[in-house]
């Protein structure tokens, strides 16, 4: 079953109030890496999987991308996309990532934020995307860190007084669902080793351009309340390449 939280009026009107879906692509602590490992975007055709609000596909715009397409399975998203959207050259379709359907070589670029650990078949969706690729196409995504998702519970260990003691890691090696909470609810998500998400996109023809792991800007950094962030990656970030045939 494809689970698609963000239609529930309660997840989604929390999610609304997060830094992120406040304050946009700057908001977001990963964003600076993203950022780079996205590269050039003129002129190139852009696919966005789990747009959410359309933030990177109105950026790829402003790069002056020749086109883009932004996917979501959440109808709210893809109004809030839209709302915020005024720009011919962009449109979003309602759909889950995991029946997606484009032609081959449609796309220069096909990004993803923070949504794979949602989804169950990793492999199948790099496949499609090695193929929707052109020759030379690039593949750039954002996920939970492994060492984030390896636990139901993905939270710190802290002390009688509330400290953060430490992050704890445990059952890292068995891949699979967690039950976990996310903005005061119940969600679904999908634990995977780093060496699977590298080794799913070797397997589907995939050349491997770079591994990142998030650590705050400097400019957040500034921010008490990220300094916990250095202490252990939250997010973890590859870009992929599809070699020239």
């Known amino acids: 079953m494809k689970q698609n939280k963000y239609n529930d009026p309660k997840f989604f009107s929390a999610y609304e109030q997060m830094p992120r879906s406040v304050k946009g692509l700057e908001g977001a602590g990963e964003w600076h890496i993203v950022k780079e490992l996205m590269g050039d975007l003129k002129d190139k055709d852009v696919l966005d999987l789990g747009c959410g609000f359309g933030w990177h596909c109105r950026y790829a715009r402003e790069q002056q991308a020749r086109s883009v397409i932004g996917v979501d399975i959440s109808e709210r998203m893809i109004e809030k996309a839209s709302e915020m959207t005024n720009d011919p050259s962009i449109s979003y379709k309602r759909v889950p990532i995991e029946d997606i359907?484009?032609?081959?070589?449609?796309?220069?670029?096909?990004?993803?934020?923070?949504a794979f650990h949602y989804i169950q078949p990793f492999q199948t969706v790099c496949a499609k995307v090695y193929n929707y690729l052109r020759s030379g196409g690039s593949f750039v995504f954002s996920v939970e860190h492994p060492i984030f998702t390896s636990r139901n519970e993905q939270d710190w260990?802290?002390?009688?007084?509330?400290?953060r003691l430490h992050w704890p890691v445990d059952n890292y090696?068995?891949?699979g669902v967690r039950e976990t909470n996310f903005l005061n609810e119940n969600v679904t998500k999908y634990h995977r080793t780093i060496s699977t998400y590298m080794n799913d996109l070797i397997l589907s023809g995939f050349t491997i351009k770079a591994v990142k792991e998030s650590v705050p800007?400097?400019?957040?950094?500034k921010d008490p309340e990220m300094k916990d962030e250095t202490r252990r990656p939250m997010f973890l970030m590859i870009a992929a390449e599809k070699e020239h045939s």
Do not use: C, K, P, T
């Open 101 to 114: 359907e484009f032609s081959n070589a449609q796309f220069d670029i096909v990004i993803s934020s923070l």
């Open 157 to 163: 260990y802290y002390d009688d007084q509330g400290n």
């Open 173 to 175: 090696q068995l891949e």
């Open 217 to 221: 800007s400097d400019d957040m950094l």
